[in-house]
């Protein structure tokens, strides 16, 4: 079935040590996603990339990088995590379009110690 | 980024509909109505949307006001699976990125 695959699901990494979160997808889509949850709270929108055009959202923080290497893969790069940066991590795809859906990935909880 | 409102949670039975309100009074000639849905300890997954006209799928209905001001999340008979947090979100115009609210957690009782 195609979809949204993200690895790991659960993801430990410590205080300031790099740490990359993987995102692919079969689907094909141009448009892919990553969002950031944290706990009892709504997804927030860190950045997209729109084939190879990378949009960051205004008050997504520094430490917060990402890679589209293929349509199939998108990473996301955190360069020194924070305790503040403990959250589920989201991917998302989708095809160009106003009214087009967004198709999710399980998500990866990242914890920081 | 056109903003809604969605009450914090609402309770229902099993086998019953549920009507999910929300208010969009912000929402621009070319915004869709976006719903989406957040099972626990999985991603947000797509329940339906509209733009003017309302529509029916097979997980749920979506009715949605002439001045499209506000629309109704209409889940015709509720299961114990159908337990989430239901986000309505208006599609921004001009980008292609969804901005979630808060949303509505529903609870469904057996």
């Known amino acids: 079935d195609a979809m949204v695959i993200q690895n790991p699901r659960y993801q430990v990494t410590q205080f300031g040590k790099p740490v990359t979160l993987s995102c692919s997808q079969t689907?094909?889509?141009?448009?892919m996603y990553w969002y950031q949850q944290k706990s009892s709270q709504a997804p927030k929108l860190l950045f997209h990339y729109y084939d190879k055009d990378f949009n960051n959202e205004a008050d997504t923080p520094d430490n917060f990088q990402s890679r589209r290497p293929n349509t199939s893969f998108c990473f996301l790069d955190i360069r020194s995590p924070g305790l503040g940066d403990a959250a589920m991590y989201l991917c998302?795809?989708?095809?160009?379009?106003?009214?087009?859906?967004?198709?999710f990935g399980p998500g990866t909880r990242l914890l920081v110690l | 980024d056109a903003k809604t409102t969605q009450p914090n949670s609402m309770e229902s039975n099993e086998e019953e509909p549920v009507h999910l309100p929300c208010n969009h009074s912000?929402?621009?000639?070319?915004?869709?109505i976006h719903w989406y849905r957040q099972l626990p300890s999985q991603g947000p997954e797509y329940v339906i949307h509209?733009?003017?006209s309302n529509v029916n799928n097979r997980m749920a209905s979506l009715a949605i006001a002439e001045d499209r001001k506000s629309s109704t999340l209409i889940l015709h008979r509720a299961t114990l699976r159908d337990a989430a947090v239901y986000y309505c979100?208006?599609?921004?115009?001009?980008?292609?990125?969804?901005?979630f609210g808060q949303g509505t957690r529903l609870t469904i009782n057996p």
């Open positions: 998302a795809t989708s095809r160009v379009g106003r009214g087009e859906t967004q198709y």
């Open positions: 979100i208006l599609r921004d115009s001009g980008a292609q990125k969804l901005v």
């Open positions: 509209g733009l003017t």
């Open positions: 689907l094909n889509h141009n448009v």
């Open positions: 912000t929402i621009s000639g070319t915004d869709y």
